[in-house]
C-alpha cells in the first residue's frame, strides 16, 4: 500500500480539522528543529499501530524517508494516512512555522559528514605538500565510508556519539 502526498498547505489544512503530524526522524534532528505541535516516532523505533481521530500526516527532513518506507508507515497507521511532500524542509519554504532550538548539536549524521569529508581533504593536502603516506588517511576514511554503507555500522558514529557537545546533560534531582 502506497501513501498519497500532500503539499505543506493541504496539510495544515488537515491539521485544522484533526489530523495529527508524526515526525520520523531520529530524536536529535527533532531536538534541533520541528514542526510545532508535531509527535516524534524515530522511524528507526517505529512499533506498533499510530492512531489519530482524523488523519495521519508522516514527515521527514525532505520527504526521501517517508517515502522510501511509505509501505511501512501505511501499515503503522490505523487511519488514513499522508506524506508531507518535501518534509519539513518544503514547509519551512512554504513560510509555515518551525521550532527551532540551535542550543541543540548537529545531527549525527552531519557531523559524520563533516568529519569524514575534513579528513579526507586533510589526508589529501598532507599527501599531496607533506609526504604522500598522508593519502592513507583518505583512504582509510573512504573504507570506513564503504563498511558503514555496507554493513549498516558507523564507527565514526558512535565515536562522535561520545563528544561532549552530544552528551545529554544530567537532569537535577529532584529536591
Not at 491539521?15 to 536529535?28: T, Y
Not at 605538500?129 to 592513507?136: E, R, T
Not at 573512504?142 to 565515536?159: E, Y
Amino acid at each position: 500500500m502506497s501513501l498519497a502526498t500532500i503539499s505543506p498547505q493541504k496539510a495544515k489544512e488537515l491539521i485544522a480539522k484533526g489530523a495529527v503530524l508524526v515526525d520520523i526522524r531520529e530524536a536529535d534532528e527533532y531536538a534541533r528543529e520541528r514542526i510545532p505541535g508535531a509527535r516524534h516516532h524515530a522511524f528507526s523505533k517505529l512499533q506498533g499501530p499510530i492512531a489519530a481521530p482524523g488523519a495521519v500526516i508522516f514527515h521527514c527532513r525532505s520527504g526521501n524517508r517517508t517515502a522510501t518506507h511509505a509501505e511501512r508507515l501505511a501499515a503503522a497507521a490505523t487511519c488514513d494516512a499522508y506524506i508531507l511532500e518535501g518534509g519539513i524542509n518544503a514547509w519551512k519554504k512554504a513560510g509555515l512555522p518551525v521550532a527551532q532550538d540551535k542550543t541543540q548539536p548537529l545531527e549525527l549524521m552531519r557531523q559524520v559528514q563533516i568529519a569524514a569529508g575534513s579528513l579526507t581533504l586533510l589526508g589529501v593536502l598532507l599527501g599531496a605538500y607533506v609526504h604522500p603516506g598522508f593519502y592513507a588517511l583518505s583512504g582509510f576514511v573512504g573504507a570506513g565510508l564503504i563498511f558503514a554503507g555496507v554493513t549498516g555500522f558507523c564507527g565514526m558514529a558512535r565515536l562522535l556519539a561520545f563528544a561532549p557537545w552530544n552528551r545529554k546533560a544530567a537532569v537535577p534531582a529532584k529536591a
